[in-house]
């Protein structure tokens, strides 16, 4: 069993920065691969990025190449999303994910967080 708590959403202005955290509990954290997701109103959830167990490996939707960095440390079993540049088209609820699968079909992950808003003025 895996549970995940997202931090560090909030309110920046376009062009701002943000870093969420994923603190995860669980002997599987330090084996899965993990992802970000988002949703905004009215749309469905979209891959953001994943990463593997060790974070040799990373993979960024289209959306959050040269912009965001997914990373881990697995030794304080947590995982991070660094957001850089950001445009108010980003706005949406951040989700993590975590394993067994480095994927960005969501469906591929077994367990989720509850979300932290980010929201992104102009």
């Known amino acids: 069993q895996v549970q995940l708590v997202e931090s560090g959403g909030g309110l920046v202005q376009a062009g701002g920065s943000l870093r969420l955290s994923c603190a995860a509990s669980?002997?599987?954290?330090?084996?899965?691969?993990m992802g970000w997701f988002r949703q905004a109103p009215g749309k469905e959830r979209e891959f953001v990025a994943a990463?593997?167990?060790?974070?040799?490996?990373?993979n960024y939707a289209d959306s959050a190449k040269g912009r965001f960095t997914i990373s881990r440390y697995n030794a304080k079993h947590t995982m991070y999303l660094q957001m850089n540049s950001l445009k108010p088209e980003d706005t949406a609820v951040y989700y993590c994910?975590?394993?067994?699968?480095?994927?960005?079909?969501?469906?591929?992950?077994?367990?989720w967080g509850q979300g932290t808003q980010v929201t992104v003025s102009s």
């Open positions: 994910a975590s394993g067994p699968y480095m994927d960005s079909d969501a469906k591929r992950y077994h367990y």
């Open positions: 669980g002997r599987t954290f330090t084996t899965n691969p």
């Open positions: 990463i593997d167990w060790n974070g040799d490996s990373t």
